[in-house]
């Protein structure tokens, strides 16, 4: 079974970028669709967005703009970046596997904070 | 965007059935998840394809989908089922809905 670890800042500065890796062990990065979800405190999920295989990537319209996520087999890693920052991006972020159909399995989270 | 509507909060006494649903437009034409967060931990899995259990989750959890509206059912509740549920459907986009808080009183 897939297992997933989040790692990176866990504060970042207002208008700076946030950047997360996401390390897979335990099974190929390749054919799977990789996902970034956030929870920020007290609400419910939201998904970020997936890249699938270095070939492609699918984001959530509304943070389009600022979101990039990208595939680093030789790392058997992916990351996310999400730039320009406010405190709305205060959340939990997770890693997770896109079936698709569903996110099974999912990493234990990153808890990051946007501050000035 | 797409939005999947589910109650706050369901109350249950233990050893008895609980229902959490989850409405959205046209959901019956989508594949709708249902997640179990308990505090501090992250989402698992516990129902996936409308109506399907990975392997691991306790057959007490059943999935259904009827119309625009979606249902976990978990039958003979135990307080170990105590969390918050969230549904989750695939549209253009994944949306999740806004969760349920499951209390084993």
């Known amino acids: 079974q897939v297992q997933l670890q989040e790692s990176g800042p866990g504060l970042v500065k207002t208008s700076e970028t946030l950047s997360l890796t996401c390390t897979v062990s335990?099974?190929?990065?390749?054919?799977?669709?990789w996902s970034w979800i956030r929870q920020p405190p007290g609400k419910t999920l939201e998904w970020i967005g997936y890249?699938?295989?270095?070939?492609?990537?699918n984001y959530n319209p509304s943070l389009k703009s600022r979101v990039s996520i990208s595939l680093d087999k030789s790392k058997s890693q992916f990351s996310l970046k999400l730039t320009s920052v406010t405190a709305a991006d205060t959340a939990v972020y997770y890693c997770?596997?896109?079936?698709?159909?569903?996110?099974?399995?999912w990493g234990q989270g990153a808890p990051v904070t946007v501050s000035s | 965007s797409y939005e999947l509507t589910q109650p706050p909060s369901v109350s249950v006494s233990p050893g008895q059935t609980a229902r959490i649903t989850c409405s959205g437009e046209?959901?019956?034409?989508?594949?709708v998840s249902w997640y179990r967060q308990k505090p501090g931990q992250a989402p698992v899995l516990v129902v996936y394809?409308?109506?399907k259990r990975p392997s691991g989750v306790p057959e007490r959890f059943s999935g259904s989908i009827s119309g625009s509206e979606a249902t976990l059912t978990i039958s003979g509740t135990q307080a170990v089922d105590e969390g918050d549920y969230y549904c989750?459907?695939?549209?253009?986009?994944?949306?999740f809905g806004g969760g349920t808080k499951l209390t084993v009183l």
């Open positions: 997770a596997v896109w079936r698709p159909g569903c996110f099974d399995p």
């Open positions: 335990f099974g190929s990065i390749s054919g799977y669709y």
């Open positions: 890249v699938y295989d270095s070939r492609g990537t």
């Open positions: 046209n959901l019956g034409n989508k594949y």
């Open positions: 394809e409308d109506t």
């Open positions: 989750q459907a695939w549209d253009s986009d994944l949306t």
